[in-house]
């Protein structure tokens, strides 16, 4: 049977090259380091709550805003959009206002009481139903814009840029990326 050989302590010791005699330099090859570059932080991508009743909707439309650039999150409820948005804190809502249980308009507002910057734009195929829902959170001093479904991709992605001014939609977003 064969002894394991007992590992050897070695100690290490930097010195600086100016410390090292001449006559130990002879056929030296010295590698430098390379550079470590530090990372450079990409501006944070606009985060997108998308709320509707309808999986397919709620999940197609987060997919369309997904490949302009937005990070996005898809709830099916209500309630579940105000949990979302408790963990997911989107830049942006986007919700459909009639849905069963609590409609998009309760859910907006009670985000809205948690994430006050966070903005809210609300869609519908039933606009004079939204627009009775709305009545209310007007009234509380909630300002919601309403967009009739279907809702065509570009006129969403630019409504989404303009909530932003342009400071931080996806087309400035992507000017700051190419500046660094």
Known sequence: ???KAKALKVAVQTIPITEVPSSALTDLTLFRKAA???PVASPARVKVLVVDDQQMIAQTLAEILGRHGYECFA?????SAIAAAASFTPDVVLSDVVMPG???VEACVRIKKHLPDCRILLFSSQVPVAH????ESIRAGHRFELLAKPVEPREL????EDLFAGAHSQAGLQRAEARA
């Open 1 to 3: 049977m064969r002894k």
């Open 36 to 38: 470590i570059k530090k």
């Open 75 to 79: 709830a099916y409820n209500g309630e």
């Open 102 to 104: 609590m409609n998009g």
């Open 132 to 135: 009775s829902l709305m009545q």
């Open 157 to 160: 992605v630019a409504k989404i």
